[in-house]
């Protein structure tokens, strides 16, 4: 637990911008709060705009077989959440539920899981929807999505909640077609930051691969480039927080899903990930809790 991450939370509560909810990384937001939000997602409309992409909006749960065909348990088990349910079909089943939550026993035993499991990254649902449709065209795709997501990573870094939402482009076609938008993405996303008067940083980075093989998956990751994150210092300069992520998955998940390009070829696939939150968090971290004393082009570019 880090002092400062816990001051910083402390002091969003206090101000009204977070409410807490009783359990570490699970926190209510306020309604100026969510004018942020609204800001930074308009900044990501404007950014894309003239793209072209396919607006996708998804629930924060996708089904048991998309989340097993993405194998996602193979590399971060520890951060996945299923949805359960009440696995009783009578009155006496609901009768003893209710007795042992009575006692103060453990009364999740009587659920089961459903085919629900909720959304790890606001992409997943994108590439078993585009395989679907057959072979893509010779563009390829592009998709704007925007969607809830959870990561079981208890923590009192607001900027690490367990509920959070991704704005992302998804870019789905030839390895050149992808590596050319993620590069595109880069510049814009440092232009952006620079916009917003906030300091930032770009690194390699690696995804929290799990164990043991998890370990050479993130060398690997690293030493091809695949993953890099801007970076702002939110509640540590020694250790900022990774607000956006332009990840190259080659064809990873086209090889999952069997998404094809025009040519019959695996597509290859990449993506820019918003981090919503943590983005307004270091607004706020950088620019004080009261927008209103905000630089007057930081709130233009938001529209605030």
Not at 86 to 110: C, P, S, V, Y
């Amino acid at each position: 637990m880090s002092d400062a991450q816990l001051q910083f939370r402390e002091e969003l509560i206090q101000h009204g911008l977070l409410l807490p909810m009783g359990v570490d990384g699970l926190l209510g937001r306020s309604g100026g709060f969510e004018r942020i939000i609204e800001g930074i997602d308009r900044c990501a409309t404007r950014l894309g705009k003239d793209d072209g992409a396919e607006v996708l909006r998804f629930p924060p749960a996708i089904s048991q077989r998309t989340f097993e065909e993405s194998e996602y348990m193979k590399s971060f088990p520890q951060l996945a959440g299923t949805v359960h349910a009440f696995a009783g079909t009578n009155d006496r089943a609901h009768a003893e539920l209710l007795a042992i939550m009575e006692r103060k026993e453990d009364w999740t035993a009587q659920q089961k899981a459903t085919e629900l499991v909720l959304t790890p990254a606001a992409c997943y649902p994108v590439y078993p929807t585009l395989a679907a449709r057959g072979p893509l065209g010779a563009d390829g795709a592009l998709l704007d999505v925007f969607s809830y997501c959870f990561r079981h990573e208890p923590s009192v870094d607001p900027a690490r909640m367990q509920l959070f939402r991704m704005r992302e482009y998804v870019r789905i076609g030839s390895p050149e077609q992808v590596q050319t938008f993620r590069e595109m993405w880069i510049e814009r996303a440092k232009a952006l930051m620079t916009d917003l008067e906030l300091p930032f940083a770009l690194d390699v980075a690696n995804d929290p691969f799990f164990g043991r093989t998890g370990r050479m998956l993130a060398t690997n990751q690293r030493e091809q480039t695949l993953k890099w994150e801007l970076l702002i210092p939110i509640t540590s300069t020694e250790k900022p927080t990774a607000c956006l992520s332009f990840n190259y998955h080659k064809d990873k998940f086209a090889t999952n899903w069997k998404l094809q390009q025009a040519s019959g070829e695996l597509a290859h696939t990449a993506c820019v990930g918003f981090g919503m939150e943590r983005i307004a968090l270091a607004l706020i971290k950088h620019h004080g809790f009261d927008q209103r004393t905000w630089p007057t082009s930081v709130r233009e570019h938001l529209r605030l």
